[in-house]
């Protein structure tokens, strides 16, 4: 059998170490998505919106705007509710590396007995699992707890962070333009 023209693949070890390095390099770029802490709670711009219809594009414009910091906040709150319950940490963090190696942290489709695998199903299949996963555990209070004081602390900073003082081109770029709500 002849290989002429093939290009040698990596050892075992270096694929381990170069998957290690483009998770890293993954996990940088997403954090590297995250707002500045000292912007999101600058208290020189908080205030009551005056009307429902100068805090709907508040909200939107903050939601996109803050998101990898709001997502930072709801896992911070959710495993501060899961410290009294040390299985349920532990599945979380199972499942919180089943989030990275399966939707996360993949360059390639997820192929399956040599089928591709709409990223759709992968979200909904592990979704479900992690519901089911976390309601074995017993844990089901403090994670809806959890999960409605996460959401509460979203929404009420989304509203009364005003959105005049955010840089135009990262607002724009995520489809929402700066609104007039000083």
Known sequence: MTTYGTIPTASTGATNLEYLTRAKQAIKTGLGTRQP????????????????SEATPRFKTNINYFRMNYAIIMLIILFLSLLWHPI???VLGVLMAAWLFFYFLRDEPLMVFN????????LTVLAVVTIVLLLFTDATKNILSSVVVG???VVVHAVLRRTDDLCDDDVEAGGYAVGSSS
């Open 37 to 52: 802490w000292k912007l999101m709670f600058n208290l020189a711009s908080f205030n009551f919106p005056h009307t429902i």
């Open 88 to 90: 349920s940490l532990i």
């Open 115 to 122: 089928r591709v695998i709409d990223d759709g199903v992968v």
């Open 151 to 153: 959401a509460a602390v």
